[in-house]
């Protein structure tokens, strides 16, 4: 047999809600004054860079080297962007025609020896960024950071507002 179990007395049904609504209209405040002192989330483009690594486009990435944030963006381009890589070379080659000095270096190539030509102790340095195209990293960091500026040129991108680098 099934035991009956006794309605509660409606005093205490009573009793029982209005506590619950005291407890409602507490965790209710509560709520209010903490969201009150909540700093507004920040926007994107004002998202501090990483601490270590570099902001494309507002996301974050960990690199702990400018070569492979180097590395990493330039094989980032190339995945949005195919024509990228042969992009990248027309305006490098447009820049170098305007130096006096022009490199004999390719920064990136199809193979080490174009990138390094007469110093094979170089080619280690060649980095496949996308098929059949090398970048090479055995440059000075301004030159890294040179070649990153003409890259988002090459891709419409701003530098040091839609690309960032935190790097030691």
């Known amino acids: ?36 002192n909540l700093p507004a989330p920040p926007q994107d483009n004002d998202a501090p860079p990483p601490a270590t690594g570099y902001t494309l486009l507002g996301t974050t990435y960990p690199v702990r080297t400018l070569s492979a944030a180097f590395v990493a963006i330039f094989r980032q381009f190339a995945l949005w962007d195919p024509a990228f890589p042969v992009r990248f070379k027309q305006a490098l080659a447009a820049e170098l025609a305007k130096t006096k000095k022009p490199s004999k270096r390719g920064y990136l190539a199809s193979t080490p020896q174009a990138l390094y ?3 094979p102790q170089l080619w280690k340095h060649a980095q496949e960024i996308a098929p059949g195209w090398l970048l090479g990293t055995n440059e000075s960091s301004a030159k890294k950071l040179a070649l990153l500026t003409l890259a988002c040129q090459v891709m419409g991108l701003v530098w040091g507002k839609e690309l960032r680098l935190a790097l030691p």
């Open 1 to 36: 047999m099934h035991a009956l179990h006794p309605s509660p007395h409606p005093d205490d049904l009573h009793s029982s809600l209005a506590t619950l609504k005291a407890q409602l209209q507490q965790i209710t405040q509560t709520l209010a004054v903490l969201e009150q």
């Open 117 to 119: 030509p007469g110093a």
